[in-house]
């Protein structure tokens, strides 16, 4: 038995007219009248009632002609799902991202995403850019939005946001009142950072800055979220430099300001193993690059 049998039994059972239906399907009516004898002859039973003026389904035709179109239904849903899976436009993504990435380009790429690519389901997790590394040397993640540098060959990886650095001062601080602030006034604050293992790029450029100024930053705190360093800014412990984009973090104690000197760019890349041909994973890069200009 194969498709083109079921195609014509589904035909002749909707016009009941051998003639109308081989014109239907572009074929002579006796090779038409063939077929249908052959798959009864396979099933084992009568599909319809034939007589010179008329022809009607039997009742085992008409059970057979419901399954029938039940399954021709399934294999035409099966092939659409196919089809979109091959255009990266069905299954899921699992996708990491660095917490700064969320006040920045996160949103805009979800926005997008999902509007152009609603049948793909997106799994996110909020990890630091180590932990990120790990999970797609494990397989466990898809796409990474992590802070440069990336060393390891075995993944690809592209430049997609760069954003100023700015200094958190708890509101109450006497540099407060400024509408920017220069990295040498800093020089005897006590400094909340996080751990270098967690960003070394982003860590080496916030030491390197300090540096510049003529002091080596004194980090009396460590915390591994940015949205944690804010929130010790505010109880007082201490100032940070951070990406500028964490002034959307509105937090209640904390003030934002400029920095007088010329600070270099803190960059988010976006990751993924070099040798992914997921259909899903390229359409994702695809789309992450008509939406984020940098």
Same mark, same amino acid.
């Given at each position: 038995m194969e498709l083109r049998h079921l195609r014509y039994f589904v035909t002749l059972a909707e016009e009941l007219h051998f003639g109308k239906a081989a014109e239907k399907l572009h074929i002579a009516q006796p090779p038409l009248s063939q077929q249908i004898r052959q798959l009864e002859v396979e099933l084992g039973f009568e599909l319809f009632h034939r007589t010179k003026r008329s022809v009607q389904?039997?009742? =085992?035709?008409?059970?057979? %002609?419901?399954?029938?179109?039940?399954?021709?239904r399934q294999l035409q849903q099966a092939i659409q799902i196919g089809r979109q899976t091959s255009r990266g436009e069905m299954g899921q993504l699992v996708v990491g991202f660095v917490s700064t990435a969320a006040y920045n380009i996160l949103p805009i790429i979800l926005k997008v995403f999902r509007s152009r690519v609603p049948g793909v389901s997106l799994e996110l997790h909020e990890l630091t850019t180590d932990q990120q590394l790990e999970w797609l040397r494990e397989g466990r993640l898809d796409v990474g939005f992590i802070r440069p540098p990336v060393e390891d060959n075995t993944f690809s990886w592209e430049t997609i946001f760069q954003e100023s650095l700015m200094v958190?001062?708890?509101?109450?601080?006497?540099?407060?009142?400024? @509408?920017?602030?220069? %990295?040498? @006034?800093?020089?005897?604050?006590?400094?909340?950072?996080? !751990?270098?293992?967690? =960003?070394?790029?982003?860590?080496?450029?916030?030491?390197?800055?300090?540096?510049?100024?003529?002091?080596? !930053?004194?980090?009396?705190?460590?915390?591994?979220?940015?949205?944690?360093?804010? @929130?010790?800014?505010?109880?007082? $412990?201490?100032? =940070?430099?951070? !990406?500028?984009?964490?002034?959307?973090?509105?937090?209640?104690?904390?003030?934002?300001?400029?920095?007088?000197?010329?600070?270099?760019?803190?960059?988010?890349? $976006?990751?993924w193993r070099s040798n992914d041909v997921s259909p899903t994973v390229q359409r994702f890069l695809e789309i992450v690059r008509q939406s984020i200009i940098c």
């Open positions: 389904l039997t009742e =085992a035709g008409q059970v057979f %002609l419901g399954e029938v179109q039940q399954l021709l958190a001062l708890p509101e109450t601080h006497l540099l407060g009142n400024q @509408s920017d602030v220069s %990295l040498r @006034s800093l020089a005897n604050e006590p400094f909340i950072l996080f !751990p270098r293992r967690l =960003a070394p790029g982003l860590y080496d450029l916030i030491i390197s800055l300090c540096q510049q100024a003529g002091f080596s !930053p004194s980090v009396t705190q460590e915390a591994i979220q940015m949205q944690t360093i804010v @929130s010790l800014v505010a109880g007082e $412990m201490g100032v =940070a430099i951070v !990406p500028e984009s964490l002034q959307n973090l509105q937090r209640t104690g904390v003030v934002y300001k400029t920095v007088q000197e010329t600070t270099p760019k803190a960059a988010i890349v $976006m990751i």
